[in-house]
């Protein structure tokens, strides 16, 4: 049975800090892509990053540029999103999301599982 499953989501007031952690099981990790993205109330899912096997990152909009950092380590199957001097505008459920082959990997449905979502909750 594959898993992904998200921790590290939590309240924080502006300007602080999160780091949330994707594990892996049933999965060959270093095998997949692991994105993170997120979805705001009333909003769109949104990217945010992608980190290929290689350790490569894309897909960083504008708006966390600078303050999130996607990362892996590969032999504890898990992933990352560092996430600092956070804004009202970031609260958000966070998801991520992995995939592996040869897809577009900014598309949702290039992901084959998705973990349960972890609240952000950003308090100005």
């Known amino acids: 049975q594959v898993q992904l499953v998200e921790s590290g989501g939590g309240s924080v007031q502006a300007g602080g800090s999160l780091r949330l952690s994707c594990t892996a099981s049933g999965i060959i990790f270093d095998r997949y892509a692991i994105s993170w993205f997120r979805q705001g109330p009333g909003k769109e899912r949104e990217l945010i990053a992608t980190i290929f096997t290689g350790g490569k990152i894309a897909n960083y909009p504008d708006a966390v540029k600078g303050r999130f950092t996607v990362s892996r380590d590969n032999a504890a199957n898990t992933a990352y999103l560092q996430m600092n001097n956070l804004k009202a505008e970031d609260t958000a459920v966070y998801y991520c999301?992995?995939?592996?082959?040869?897809?577009?990997?900014?598309?949702?449905?290039?992901?084959?599982?998705w973990g349960q979502g972890t609240q952000v909750t950003v308090s100005s």
């Open positions: 999301a992995g995939g592996s082959g040869n897809h577009n990997y900014a598309r949702a449905d290039a992901y084959r599982y």
